[in-house]
């Protein structure tokens, strides 16, 4: 298999250096980046498995720069950035972020969090291959495509896998912390309110009602659940009615 790819644009150069050299002796394929308009030019050309992005760049923000970059292709992101604010790492998993580290950093820590975020992008087992159908709702775990009544919905990588963790297990609560483990895939450290914000985000694009959601739904004081009918199932509850 050939090495994942990873793109850097950070501004510094002593930190962007140590990274390039850090990562390349991992046995990564790594192209770097000083600014947001090289960036996107490496980003189109050398198409990314991760990109670390710093948050501070000269022409432009990390956060605008990742919009971006999951519109086009859903790329794993890794933010980089001397804020240690938590609305500045809450507003960094809005815009798609997979994951936020902050400077000063340990390279461990870095090598760490690179690794399990690559690890998301494992085989898709033949169990796992099936595409599931929820009322309207489809979502197809081998092209990592979502569609609510043939109108696709445009998710995050993340969002994608949190969604799609979720629909496998219709009916189980899942608290924070075990959602973390599942998706993230690894010992989140920090706040598990990052849960909430991407519920929230995949709410506003899939449910037809955010205050009152029917598919993915809060179980006070525990967690969250999916919890919907299969095609089969209402398909089946209709002729019963009828």
């Given at each position: 298999?050939?090495?994942?790819?990873?793109?850097i644009?950070?501004?510094?150069?002593?930190?962007?250096?140590?990274?390039?050299?850090?990562?390349?002796?991992?046995?990564?394929?790594?192209?770097?980046?000083?600014?947001g308009?090289?960036?996107?030019?490496?980003?189109e050309?050398?198409?990314?498995?991760?990109?670390?992005?710093?948050?501070?760049?000269?022409?432009?923000?990390?956060?605008?720069?990742c919009?971006?970059m999951q519109?086009?292709?859903?790329?794993?992101?890794?933010?980089?950035?001397?804020?240690?604010?938590?609305?500045?790492?809450?507003?960094?998993?809005?815009q798609g972020?997979?994951?936020?580290?902050?400077?000063?950093?340990?390279?461990s820590?870095?090598?760490?969090?690179?690794?399990a975020i690559?690890?998301?992008q494992?085989?898709?087992?033949?169990?796992?291959?099936?595409?599931?159908?929820?009322?309207?709702?489809?979502?197809?775990?081998?092209?990592?495509?979502?569609?609510?009544?043939?109108?696709?919905?445009p998710?995050?990588a993340?969002?994608?896998?949190?969604?799609?963790?979720?629909?496998?297990?219709?009916?189980?609560?899942?608290?924070?912390?075990e959602?973390?483990?599942?998706?993230?895939?690894?010992?989140?450290?920090?706040?598990?309110?990052?849960?909430?914000v991407?519920?929230?985000?995949?709410?506003?694009?899939?449910?037809?009602d955010?205050?009152?959601?029917?598919?993915?739904q809060?179980?006070?004081?525990?967690?969250?659940k999916f919890?919907?009918?299969?095609?089969?199932?209402?398909?089946?509850?209709?002729?019963?009615?009828?």
């Amino acid at each position: 298999m050939a090495p994942a790819k990873i793109l850097i644009i950070e501004d510094e150069t002593a930190v962007r250096t140590l990274i390039l050299r850090f990562l390349t002796k991992q046995g990564f394929q790594v192209e770097a980046a000083e600014d947001g308009k090289t960036g996107m030019s490496s980003f189109e050309k050398f198409k990314p498995d991760l990109v670390i992005l710093d948050v501070n760049l000269p022409d432009t923000t990390g956060y605008a720069l990742c919009n971006d970059m999951q519109g086009r292709t859903g790329v794993f992101v890794l933010m980089l950035t001397s804020r240690d604010d938590e609305a500045d790492k809450i507003e960094g998993f809005k815009q798609g972020a997979d994951d936020y580290i902050t400077k000063p950093f340990g390279l461990s820590e870095l090598g760490a969090r690179v690794g399990a975020i690559l690890k998301r992008q494992r085989t898709v087992t033949a169990a796992e291959q099936q595409c599931l159908e929820y009322q309207g709702l489809s979502i197809d775990p081998i092209r990592r495509e979502v569609s609510l009544n043939d109108e696709m919905v445009p998710l995050t990588a993340l969002e994608f896998d949190l969604l799609h963790f979720l629909a496998s297990h219709p009916g189980r609560v899942w608290r924070r912390a075990e959602l973390i483990q599942e998706v993230w895939d690894y010992d989140y450290v920090g706040d598990q309110r990052v849960v909430d914000v991407h519920i929230g985000q995949i709410r506003k694009k899939i449910e037809i009602d955010t205050s009152q959601p029917s598919l993915i739904q809060t179980v006070r004081g525990v967690g969250y659940k999916f919890e919907a009918m299969t095609a089969e199932e209402a398909a089946a509850e209709e002729a019963a009615g009828t």
